[in-house]
């Protein structure tokens, strides 16, 4: 149905009213006389459910049949829980060597990476898993503040980390990564569902689909932020002796400050404060790149350590960028729930 139609409501007994249904929409849901439909009300429209959509995505199968590598196996499973299936089973060509590790690495790959993930079902080349969320109890709102402060904390973790050379809470930060995947996972999950169910919509606590788009691209900036306090962390632990990173305490403290103004202008939706993110970032990497070019390449060091602190700049002026677009997101949202700004 390309064109929105005009249908005239009508009165039938004493208090019902109906309308038609158009033909091509009926024929193409497979609607016949005397089936049910759902009617569910959002925001002042009543929007019309056939029966199928009632058991649509519940279950995915993803068969493997080469002998390939378990990483691999584990993105599908992944594709098909962002998807929002809520079955999912993998199964392994019998024939294939060494399934018992198999199985056994999917589930533990599928633990540590997804929530909400239950094995119910198992055979020696097969694993059903069983997605239990409950979208009612963790709004979109507060399962970004939870990925938020698994971030944040891996961010100060990690700077301190490497300001004072503590290779077990490097560590400790590389761990944390995992719980940052699992949380920017299911919001996914969640986004993409109320893509699909204008329901699910209202149950996260979303106005419209621009603004689960939107949130959807804060979800990824935060999950890629975590990423990168991971991998200061990680070279830390390769590198043997730092001496000067007193070059980058200043601007580390920095990218720590503009990410958390970014994470406040969007819980405040406030216009101003996220201007003052966007000007800010801007000037934050202005200061990395003079501290990159000014002092540490002309700096005489061992190679190593100038390599390091080069690609911790890299990771810090990435950070201030992905803390931009969080910014620039959270005006999105504001613009796609306000039709009128007054902007001053």
């Known amino acids: 149905m390309p064109n929105i139609e005009r249908r005239k409501v009508q009165k039938t007994g004493s208090s019902s009213f ?21 009617v569910y009300e959002y925001e002042g429209k009543l929007v019309i459910i056939p029966p199928e959509m009632e058991v649509f995505q519940s279950q995915s199968t993803i068969k493997v049949s080469a002998d390939i590598p378990t990483d691999q196996v584990f993105r599908m499973l992944v594709a098909s829980y962002l998807s929002g299936y809520s079955n999912i089973t993998i199964l392994f060509d019998p024939k294939l060597p060494n399934l018992a590790k ?14 909400g993930v239950e ?54 930060v590389i761990q944390r990564d995992d719980e940052a995947d699992r949380f920017h996972h299911m919001i996914v999950r969640e986004l993409s569902m109320a893509l699909i169910d204008v329901r699910i919509q209202h149950e996260l606590g979303l106005s419209n689909i621009i603004e689960a788009m939107n949130y959807r691209i804060i979800a990824r900036n935060l999950e890629r932020i975590a990423d990168h306090a991971s991998n200061i962390a990680k070279r830390l632990l390769k590198t043997e002796k730092i001496a000067r990173v007193d070059m980058i305490k ?13 994470m406040d202008a969007l819980y405040s ?59 620039e997101a959270s005006l999105n949202i504001k613009a796609s729930k306000s039709p009128e700004i007054e902007v001053k």
């Open 119 to 172: 094995v119910v079902e198992e055979s020696y080349n097969a694993v059903t898993f069983k997605i239990l969320l409950n979208i009612k109890e963790l709004p979109i709102v507060s399962a970004l503040r939870r990925l938020h402060l698994i971030v944040n904390n891996m961010l100060q973790d990690g700077v301190e980390a490497l300001l004072t050379n503590n290779r077990n809470l490097a560590e400790a």
């Open 269 to 327: 939706q406030s216009r101003r404060g996220a201007e003052e993110v966007i000007q800010g970032a801007r000037e934050v990497v202005e200061q990395i790149d003079k501290v990159l070019y000014d002092e540490i390449i002309p700096a005489k060091m061992e190679e190593r350590e100038k390599a390091f602190l080069v690609m911790v700049c890299d990771s810090l002026r990435r950070i201030v960028r992905y803390s931009n677009g969080i910014a």
């Open 18 to 38: 109906i309308i038609t249904l158009p033909k091509e929409w009926v024929d193409a849901v497979k609607l016949k006389s005397g089936d049910h439909v759902y």
């Open 102 to 115: 198999k199985v056994s690495d999917i589930k533990n790959l599928a633990r540590v990476k997804l929530a």
């Open 250 to 262: 200043n601007i580390s403290f920095k990218t720590l400050e503009i990410f958390n103004k970014a």
